[in-house]
């Protein structure tokens, strides 16, 4: 026989296992040891149980659909087809899909989901919307068949009877999920004014649709506010911490998005009668105003108003004529002040002792120099009652500076 290369032998080895139809889909249980998660995106990891391993490489094409992060020592369910690492003659499977296997397994990868959608900020309550007091239309995403959905109808009818849209929804299995999304989304394209989101109660398992990332983001990205009413009273999902609003149970959810008409026929009752009171009490009020303005104008009265503001008026002329005569009085003696403080200094006044100011006629200029005038120039002498038009004589230049003046 000729011999084979090594290639030829993996290969050919590889197409057997490849090809063969029980060794491919295949789902296998394990625990998750030596995982590596290269920067690739790729893991690499072995999957063994108690007397046997087998290694196993998820690529990142599988690893971004995961709905958990894997973890050293995880139980988990891995589905893949059975392959060949041709490069070094090693066998391995080749991940297509990968769960949590038990009820352990399941509370960690819902821990790793809370916490990271809690990171991105998907529960603040800056995000959620305001559930409508009086709702006209309520949408529900649930199973056609399921008790949710009875108990939903039942208490709304009791309660405040609207209309509600149902959207058949598979709330377990393979497809839930898509359908739980796929529901939401059909609902936000209507006009109901709420909706709500739910199943009855079950298993760990039997709720996780309402666990998946899809569906959190859906309730997160709606547009009308939902109310997550998922399981029993105890039971706590990821879409209750992104919906709106919170219900124990689907019958408490129907609870929270009607009123109970009863308590609105009373509220309104109440607020009747008050509004009648108030009524009564602001018409007698007015009604005692009036009589109070009714009084006023009566002919005696008026008159008797009329009298006490002419004698007002009276007085206040009375103060204001007594008041402006002060305030004149105060004015006269300070112009009189003024008057004969300026008096003191008044040119007038100090040629009533004698002086004369010469000035000339031609620029009204005050001679004040001997140097301001010349021979037979010109000269207007004030004086107290009048003025001297004089001619320049002579000029004597001494100390005393006098001016010889013709008439």
Request: proline residues 4%; charged residues 30%.
């Amino acid at each position: 026989m000729p011999a084979y290369t090594v290639t030829e032998l993996n290969n050919f080895i590889k197409n057997i296992l490849t090809t063969d139809p029980n060794l491919n889909n295949v789902w296998v249980q394990g625990e998750i040891s030596n995982l590596t998660k290269h920067g690739s995106g790729h893991y690499y990891f072995t999957i063994k149980d108690k007397k046997s391993q087998i290694s196993c490489v998820s690529f990142r094409s599988v690893n971004r659909t995961l709905r958990f992060e894997p973890e050293k020592n995880m139980k988990v369910l891995v589905f893949g087809s059975v392959d060949v690492y041709t490069i070094r003659g090693q066998y391995q499977l080749r991940v297509m899909d990968m769960r949590p296997d038990g009820i352990g397994e399941l509370y960690k990868a819902y821990e790793q989901l809370k916490e990271r959608l809690e990171k991105e900020g998907l529960f603040s309550d800056i995000h959620k919307q305001t559930i409508p007091k009086f709702p006209k239309k309520i949408g529900v995403a649930t199973s056609a068949t399921g008790a949710a959905i009875h108990d939903i109808l039942n208490v709304i009818g009791r309660r405040y009877p609207v209309d509600i849209l149902l959207s058949p929804t598979i709330v377990q299995g393979e497809k839930s999920a898509e359908s739980i999304v796929h529901s939401i989304e059909l609902l936000n394209r209507t006009d109901v004014d709420v909706i709500i989101v739910g199943r009855g109660g079950g298993s760990l398992e039997d709720l996780w649709s309402f666990n998946e990332e899809a569906v959190a983001r859906a309730i997160f990205n709606s547009e009308k506010p939902i109310v997550s009413a998922v399981g029993h009273e105890t039971d706590y999902t990821i879409s209750d911490f992104t919906s709106d609003l919170r219900a124990p149970t689907p019958s408490a959810a129907a609870e929270l998005v009607v009123p109970d008409q009863k308590e609105v026929k009373r509220h309104l009752t109440n607020l009747s009668m008050r509004m009648e009171s108030e009524m009564r009490h602001l018409m007698s009020e007015r009604k005692k105003h009036l009589e109070h303005l009714r009084e006023k104008i009566e002919p005696e009265h008026f008159r008797d108003m009329l009298r006490q503001d002419y004698q007002h008026l009276d007085e206040l002329t009375s103060k204001l004529t007594t008041s402006i005569g002060r305030i004149v009085d105060n004015k006269a003696s300070e112009l009189r002040l003024q008057a004969s403080r300026l008096n003191s200094v008044s040119p007038l006044n100090t040629m009533g002792r004698g002086y004369s100011i010469a000035v000339s006629p031609d620029s009204r200029r005050i001679i004040t120099n001997v140097a301001d005038v010349k021979e037979k120039d010109g000269v207007d002498v004030i004086v107290s009652d009048g003025i001297l038009e004089c001619n320049v004589k002579s000029i004597r230049d001494d100390r005393k500076k006098y001016l010889l003046f013709e008439r």
